[in-house]
């Protein structure tokens, strides 16, 4: 994550994991969720801001999460159920549930369907917000396999050369085990930057950089610009302009859009609503395809082998997806996950509201 | 593709695609490959040009492809085996056979698998040049199923941050098929511009765009910048700078590998050069996900709505990936294919030093 979205030091307000996910728990289960599916969602929101990944983390996301339970708009008790299905395929009605607690549970069947036959594929529609796509891909690198996942999103992000927003910012994430190196995890937006990450951005009051949103003409604004008002830009997609590539970052964000949604028989966001966010799991079986040690042994090789670049000039060192996200858990895991003051004081009012024990920060 | 990698109308001569088919096929048979093979060769390589995909085609690639038979670096008589398998996947070791007649062999098996279990995925190892990576998952669309194909190739491209060269260009493929609209044919380098472009570029004249390459230092080049001679600069991730999104660029290239290299067993050319490239392909069946006439009438909407999206200040309309491809086939299948002069030229060397007969120009 660059600079620009972390937390001000000034601002930072220390808890633990642990106290964060018994909070994260209570809220949930007073959204009616059952205890288990609560302590799914505490787990997946509380992990992915041990990771630093903030913009998807409790802070940026429970609190709308919370909104769209009590305005219900999410389902916290989903009849979810598998509506097709093949040896090594599942096509799953997600009946609205969040996809931060549906996915591991897709993604579970998907590594059951890979041990049987090497490969698991699920797609999901009637879903909500998924999460950080890469913690769901990670369960499956857990089981010695390499994890894929993806989600289809509300339209945010405007087709290169077009003035209408038609693609959301589609997120690919991929997970998979080494021997002795920190595991590849690598989870982006197929937009030039996250929607997320426009809210953190606003938070922390830093400005936009130069490809990243076009004006409402569609014309990608190349310096760098306030965060300006929803509904006064348009995402791009990555890239930014047809020149540096705005064509890839489009059809990335159809390639998810086609696994999400189209395997799961539906449309668009942006054309059929009713059917909501559409998600995409798949676990590739290690074994099926060669030796489990072979592959973390060559991964570790290749994942040092990347570590040991030599950096350009005025860079400090080279990384792997990942890597950060590895030191950031060790880092925060001892030493508490930095909320932001205004994050806290959410967690005030809305467990008080509740009649829930505070937050217990450090 | 850009105009400005095309050829310039003064130097173009046209041709028939079925007189360039034979052609092609009859250099093949003249390297050693049986008829077959030779036939599969041609067909693949025109049906390339056919789709404007000059980069990819006889233009920019036979004489390497014959260079390299000549030389011994390639097999004309592989003797390709799968070194394991599951019922959804196969691991193929391809005997340093030329990847472009090799694809279709194994994206059958991707697509028998598929019918059987409901997705079918195959790596390869001791591979060599893939071709198009798009025209191998257009052969599982034909076949009602989602197609991919990737393929791990040399370090051109260096890690964001990065001085040196560490991943290929490492293209992806998606492929889907539409009922009334031409399929959807996503074919792109996870680099920031494909390595053959430059290669055009230089046969053309034309510069090089910012944010394309870095020089030696690993300094993104943020000008244009006429091309350099190789060794003299490095080629940047899609994204091109950090801020810019690289990367993602970094991180797709690196999917890339994880799904081609370490899934066959194998290192990356960069660490072993004697298992040649990796290859991925993956065939998802669509009816073990959904109805196949639900999932193209979809398809055809959602193409249809991006094509209908009001176009940006300036631009003329706004496309989706495959569909200037689809009106290019049509159009240089009734006109012919336009070859740069410099080609033709050695189309003429070529047949007179292997007793053929010339290619016939239109």
Request: glycine share 10%; with cysteine.
């Amino acid at each position: 994550m660059l600079d620009r979205f972390k937390v001000p030091l000034a601002d930072q307000v220390h808890v633990s994991d642990a106290a964060l996910r018994q909070a994260v728990a209570a809220i949930f289960e007073k959204c009616n969720l059952t205890p288990e599916d609560a302590a799914i969602g505490a787990d997946v929101l509380v992990t992915t801001d041990l990771r630093g990944v903030e913009s998807h983390g409790v802070s940026n996301m429970l609190r709308s999460y919370v909104q769209s339970y009590q305005n219900g708009n999410y389902n916290p008790r989903p009849n979810w159920r598998i509506v097709r299905e093949s040896p090594s395929t599942a096509t799953i009605d997600g009946d609205g549930g969040l996809g931060v607690i549906l996915g591991p549970k897709a993604m579970r069947i998907a590594i059951d369907k890979a041990k049987a036959v090497g490969v698991g594929i699920v797609t999901m529609y009637n879903g909500r917000h998924l999460g950080a796509v890469g913690h769901h891909a990670m369960l499956a690198a857990q089981e010695d396999m390499v994890g894929m996942c993806m989600t289809a999103t509300q339209p945010s992000v405007v087709p290169t050369f077009g003035a209408q927003t038609r693609l959301g910012t589609n997120p690919i994430a991929i997970a998979a085990p080494a021997k002795q190196q920190p595991a590849l995890l690598f989870d982006v937006a197929t937009s030039a930057v996250a929607g997320n990450k426009i809210g953190l951005a606003t938070r922390v009051g830093s400005n936009l950089l130069p490809g990243w949103v076009a004006d409402t003409e569609g014309t990608p604004i190349m310096e760098e610009t306030p965060v300006r008002p929803r509904g006064q830009y348009f995402q791009l997609p990555l890239g930014g302009t047809r020149e540096l590539g705005s064509h890839k970052g489009y059809g990335l964000a159809l390639m998810v859009e086609t696994l999400c949604t189209m395997l799961s028989g539906t449309l668009p966001f942006g054309l059929e609503r009713d059917t909501g966010y559409k998600h995409f799991f798949a676990a590739y079986n290690i074994s099926a395809f060669t030796d489990v040690d072979t592959f973390k042994e060559n991964m570790d090789q290749m994942l040092e082998w990347l570590r040991e670049t030599k950096p350009a000039a005025g860079q400090e060192r080279v990384l792997y997806p990942g890597l950060l996200e590895y030191e950031e858990e060790r880092e925060r895991r001892e030493h508490g996950i930095p909320l932001h003051k205004e994050v806290i004081q959410w967690f005030e009012k809305i467990t008080n509201e509740l009649g829930l024990q505070p937050l217990q920060t450090l």
